[in-house]
């Protein structure tokens, strides 16, 4: 395969989960903002930082918060390059590189997921409208990954996809937590605090796990849990065990397809046993922000590694 | 009650592929499509026809219109009348055809070796010395093979139930055939009952016979399975999804200039394992762009180094470079010498006749007749920078007459032909329109390959001449029925 091509793989699925993400954060956002009286501003920045868009958007704007700016910011704005457009239009743009390695089932999945939202957000979207251009946007991406897993090969072209995937969701899954760690810290409020219970739903509903939680948890969320479920909880699939888990299994893969071990798989399964070794308590005492951190710069440690091995590009 | 469903013809004497020349009359190969229309609903088929172009956009069948935004991608319109030719007239054609492009092959040969043509004083020294498309550092070179065009299309266009023309030879990188293949998957799923009722010759497997014929001019060192890769400028290529439907098709890889480059003394390509060489390069990279070191040092598309690869016998490169002197507009109207003087026979197809404005006479006659010609310059192409006479306004015909006089020699004339016409699908029934007509050829040491058919070409707008994609033309399924 082309090293080029792996790299379209990638990034095609990073950027396609990196629209999904964007649009469970921004319902999130609006879902707080419902429950809140008062002002909204220090969430829609929290929002923004999560999904890595505050500064762009601090220079578009001057640091003049408004939901409605902050949403076509995030949603369609071409000067941000992490806005749902635009992260649909690369993933496209990635999916023509790579049209040969995938099957017409994928590229036309993801070919209608940018025709679809192209004409979604071709305008400011309605107040009215939102509920269902968010849906519309996790939908068609759900659509592509549909496409992949039920007609594509399990080869290194799937791998690198899958990798691309994972890559992008641990990213987002811990910067969530970056982002909203201190309102899982024990020392944060009285514990149980109604506002407490509103960012503990916020920071589930950004990974779409409310009931997922509830399931394993049960119905009363303690921050300890919160962090368990997202950091550690291996059934949890955008928890960051279970991410980092995938990409080493994948990586494992191609190691066996290719029968060349390289230096990314040393760091994944570093640091895959990191976090299979870990108890939450740990993480705790050692510091719920300092790991996370830590995890960020591994994570994107990892993903340059991966390009360099496998020749992304020259 | 043709009349009622056929638009009334605006000029007489027009042929007509379906009705003649009258339009009076169903021609042979047309008999049952007719009796099949006649029985079909027209909601149905225009249902049918949004139908296809929902198919088209979903597939990415489009292509990037070059001066407009960045990420404008049109569809080709399809037209789903069919375009159909018996097996006979076919038999005749593809006779000039292979005899045409062995001519062309063995002109290219010639010209880049001893030049006995020129020699022969059948040919002026200038037109190979003066011309852009002469390409000196292929001089004494031999691709493997003898081949020169792998691929060719040559455009015919037709006057009458037995006369056809040759309009341009495509001896460089030749385009249309992905929606020659599409054309008719698309017909196979919308109207299958077409196919059963008339027996067409199928084309589905053009793109294993170009991975054949590509792997079949393998230099002579290579293995017995060559590594066989399509060369793209990129994803914003105006021909870009053909690029990737051949690759897809013969299952080979899409390659960038940025994935190449030479490692001891082959083009190698960039693979997640290291580099890995290629022995076959189909390229859809213009000449000047192949080689930033030997020819455009700012050309980004290409391989540095690759022309003292190829040189070496290191690549084949197909089409090889310099094949552009013979489809040239000037060379054009020494075709038919070039046919007689290489196959030692009477050239089978026609050229359209034409005036060479290089010529003092000819140019005389052009300037006086203007309003009469149609006017090309000599390396243009896509139907742009053209004149159409009986078409333009008095302006634009003195306009093009100041051009024409500070640079004769960029230009050559054709009278204004009576283009055939073929029936479209309107909104008001069928409506004659002009056509014209592609057939790929595949050239291989031991055999040339011509896919019945190949891509119609039709001017959507009443009257018009302009078939080019890039000017509001659109495409048909051509059949070519078993005799």
């Given at each position: 395969?082309?090293?080029?091509?792996?790299?379209?793989?990638?990034?095609?699925?990073?950027?396609?989960?990196?629209?999904?993400?964007?649009?469970?954060?921004?319902?999130?956002?609006?879902?707080?903002?419902?429950?809140?009286?008062?002002?909204?501003?220090?969430?829609?920045?929290?929002?923004?930082?999560?999904?890595?868009?505050?500064?762009?958007?601090?220079?578009?704007?001057?640091?003049?918060?408004?939901?409605?700016?902050?949403?076509?910011?995030?949603?369609?704005?071409?000067?941000?390059?992490?806005?749902?457009?635009?992260?649909?239009?690369?993933?496209?743009?990635?999916?023509?590189?790579?049209?040969?390695?995938?099957?017409?089932?994928?590229?036309?999945?993801?070919?209608?997921?940018?025709?679809?939202?192209?004409?979604?957000?071709?305008?400011?979207?309605?107040?009215?409208?939102?509920?269902?251009?968010?849906?519309?946007?996790?939908?068609?991406?759900?659509?592509?990954?549909?496409?992949?897993?039920?007609?594509?090969?399990?080869?290194?072209?799937?791998?690198?996809?899958?990798?691309?995937?994972?890559?992008?969701?641990?990213?987002?899954?811990?910067?969530?937590?970056?982002?909203?760690?201190?309102?899982?810290?024990?020392?944060?409020?009285?514990v149980g605090s109604s506002l407490d219970n509103v960012q503990w739903q916020t920071i589930l509903r950004s990974v779409s796990a409310e009931g997922g939680f509830q399931m394993a948890y049960g119905q009363d969320p303690r921050p300890r849990e919160i962090a368990q479920f997202l950091?550690?909880?291996?059934?949890?699939?955008?928890?960051?065990?279970?991410?980092?888990?995938?990409?080493?299994?994948?990586?494992?893969?191609?190691?066996?397809?290719?029968?060349?071990?390289?230096?990314?798989?040393?760091?994944?399964?570093?640091?895959?046993?990191?976090?299979?070794?870990?108890?939450?308590?740990?993480?705790?005492?050692?510091?719920?922000?300092?790991?996370?951190?830590?995890?960020?710069?591994?994570?994107?440690?990892?993903?340059?590694?991966?390009?360099?091995?496998?020749?992304?590009?020259? | 009650?043709?009349?009622?469903?056929?638009?009334?013809?605006?000029?007489?004497?027009?042929?007509?592929?379906?009705?003649?020349?009258?339009?009076?009359?169903?021609?042979?190969?047309?008999?049952?499509?007719?009796?099949?229309?006649?029985?079909?609903?027209?909601?149905?088929?225009?249902?049918?026809?949004?139908?296809?172009?929902?198919?088209?956009?979903?597939?990415?069948?489009?292509?990037?219109?070059?001066?407009?935004?960045?990420?404008?991608?049109?569809?080709?319109?399809?037209?789903?009348?069919?375009?159909?030719?018996?097996?006979?007239?076919?038999?005749?054609?593809?006779?000039?055809?292979?005899?045409?492009?062995?001519?062309?092959?063995?002109?290219?040969?010639?010209?880049?070796?001893?030049?006995?043509?020129?020699?022969?004083?059948?040919?002026?020294?200038?037109?190979?010395?003066?011309?852009?498309?002469?390409?000196?550092?292929?001089?004494?070179?031999?691709?493997?093979?003898?081949?020169?065009?792998?691929?060719?299309?040559?455009?015919?266009?037709?006057?009458?139930?037995?006369?056809?023309?040759?309009?341009?030879?495509?001896?460089?990188?030749?385009?249309?055939?992905?929606?020659?293949?599409?054309?008719?998957?698309?017909?196979?799923?919308?109207?299958?009952?077409?196919?059963?009722?008339?027996?067409?010759?199928?084309?589905?497997?053009?793109?294993?016979?170009?991975?054949?014929?590509?792997?079949?001019?393998?230099?002579?060192?290579?293995?017995?399975?060559?590594?066989?890769?399509?060369?793209?400028?990129?994803?914003?290529?105006?021909?870009?999804?053909?690029?990737?439907?051949?690759?897809?098709?013969?299952?080979?890889?899409?390659?960038?200039?940025?994935?190449?480059?030479?490692?001891?003394?082959?083009?190698?390509?960039?693979?997640?394992?290291?580099?890995?060489?290629?022995?076959?390069?189909?390229?859809?990279v213009d000449d000047d762009y192949l080689d930033p070191l030997n020819f455009n040092p700012d050309s980004q598309l290409g391989v540095p180094g690759i022309m003292d690869v190829y040189k070496a016998g290191g690549i084949t490169i197909a089409n090889a470079p310099g094949t552009g002197?013979?489809?040239?507009?000037?060379?054009?109207?020494?075709?038919?010498?070039?046919?007689?003087?290489?196959?030692?026979?009477?050239?089978?197809?026609?050229?359209?006749?034409?005036?060479?404005?290089?010529?003092?006479?000819?140019?005389?006659?052009?300037?006086?007749?203007?309003?009469?010609?149609?006017?090309?310059?000599?390396?243009?192409?896509?139907?742009?920078?053209?004149?159409?006479?009986?078409?333009?306004?008095?302006?634009?015909?003195?306009?093009?007459?100041?051009?024409?006089?500070?640079?004769?020699?960029?230009?050559?004339?054709?009278?204004?032909?009576?283009?055939?016409?073929?029936?479209?699908?309107?909104?008001?029934?069928?409506?004659?329109?002009?056509?014209?007509?592609?057939?790929?050829?595949?050239?291989?040491?031991?055999?040339?390959?011509?896919t019945p058919g190949g891509l119609t070409r039709v001017a959507l707008k009443k009257g018009s001449l302009v078939v080019n994609s890039s000017q509001g033309g659109g495409t048909k399924d051509t059949w070519v029925l078993e005799e």
């Open positions: 395969m082309l090293g080029k091509t792996a790299g379209g793989l990638f990034w095609m699925f990073r950027y396609l989960e990196r629209s999904e993400n964007t649009a469970r954060l921004i319902e999130a956002g609006l879902r707080i903002a419902l429950t809140r009286s008062g002002s909204t501003d220090e969430e829609w920045i929290s929002v923004m930082q999560t999904a890595a868009v505050l500064d762009g958007y601090n220079v578009a704007y001057d640091g003049v918060v408004t939901r409605d700016q902050v949403i076509d910011w995030m949603l369609r704005d071409r000067d941000n390059p992490s806005s749902v457009l635009n992260a649909v239009e690369y993933a496209r743009n990635n999916a023509k590189t790579v049209r040969t390695a995938l099957t017409r089932e994928v590229w036309e999945a993801v070919n209608e997921c940018w025709m679809s939202l192209k004409s979604a957000l071709a305008r400011k979207v309605a107040e009215r409208d939102l509920p269902h251009v968010l849906q519309l946007i996790r939908q068609r991406s759900a659509y592509v990954r549909g496409a992949l897993h039920g007609t594509m090969l399990r080869n290194d072209i799937y791998n690198f996809a899958r990798i691309g995937t994972f890559s992008e969701r641990a990213d987002n899954t811990a910067r969530i937590l970056d982002v909203k760690y201190y309102v899982l810290l024990p020392s944060a409020m009285a950091i550690l909880d291996r059934r949890m699939p955008r928890s960051l065990a279970f991410c980092i888990e995938k990409m080493r299994a994948n990586l494992g893969y191609l190691m066996s397809d290719y029968q060349t071990r390289l230096p990314c798989h040393d760091l994944a399964e570093k640091l895959a046993l990191q976090t299979m070794q870990s108890s939450i308590d740990e993480i705790f005492d050692t510091g719920l922000h300092e790991y996370i951190q830590l995890f960020l710069k591994d994570n994107a440690l990892l993903g340059q590694q991966i390009e360099v091995d496998y020749r992304f590009t020259q | 009650m043709l009349a009622s469903k056929i638009e009334t013809m605006e000029k007489p004497n027009i042929f007509d592929e379906m009705t003649g020349v009258n339009g009076d009359d169903i021609r042979a190969p047309y008999t049952d499509f007719n009796a099949w229309f006649d029985g079909e609903e027209p909601a149905r088929l225009r249902k049918k026809q949004r139908e296809a172009e929902d198919l088209f956009r979903l597939t990415g069948i489009t292509f990037n219109v070059y001066g407009r935004a960045a990420a404008s991608e049109r569809l080709i319109p399809f037209d789903i009348v069919p375009r159909v030719i018996s097996g006979r007239e076919w038999a005749r054609l593809s006779r000039g055809i292979e005899q045409r492009v062995r001519a062309i092959n063995a002109f290219l040969y010639d010209i880049y070796h001893r030049q006995e043509i020129v020699r022969a004083g059948r040919l002026p020294a200038e037109m190979i010395s003066k011309n852009a498309a002469f390409l000196p550092q292929m001089m004494g070179v031999s691709p493997a093979g003898g081949v020169y065009t792998h691929i060719v299309g040559i455009d015919l266009v037709r006057t009458g139930p037995d006369e056809f023309y040759v309009l341009e030879d495509n001896a460089r990188t030749p385009s249309g055939v992905s929606y020659m293949l599409e054309n008719r998957e698309t017909m196979l799923q919308m109207f299958p009952e077409l196919f059963a009722r008339n027996r067409v010759l199928p084309v589905s497997n053009y793109p294993k016979m170009l991975r054949r014929s590509l792997a079949a001019c393998a230099p002579a060192a290579t293995s017995d399975k060559p590594t066989v890769a399509v060369l793209t400028p990129g994803i914003y290529n105006s021909a870009y999804y053909e690029h990737s439907f051949l690759a897809d098709k013969m299952g080979v890889e899409l390659v960038e200039g940025h994935d190449l480059r030479v490692v001891d003394g082959r083009v190698a390509m960039r693979t997640t394992e290291g580099y890995k060489a290629i022995d076959v390069l189909y390229r859809r002197i013979a489809d040239d507009k000037a060379i054009y109207s020494y075709m038919p010498d070039i046919v007689e003087f290489y196959t030692g026979e009477k050239a089978i197809l026609q050229n359209v006749p034409t005036w060479r404005c290089s010529e003092p006479d000819s140019l005389a006659y052009v300037l006086d007749n203007l309003s009469e010609l149609v006017v090309k310059e000599v390396h243009g192409s896509g139907g742009y920078g053209m004149l159409i006479g009986p078409t333009a306004t008095k302006k634009d015909i003195e306009t093009f007459r100041r051009k024409l006089k500070l640079r004769p020699s960029n230009y050559i004339a054709q009278p204004t032909l009576s283009l055939s016409t073929v029936p479209i699908f309107t909104r008001s029934g069928l409506a004659p329109r002009h056509v014209d007509l592609r057939p790929f050829v595949l050239v291989s040491p031991d055999r040339i390959d011509i």
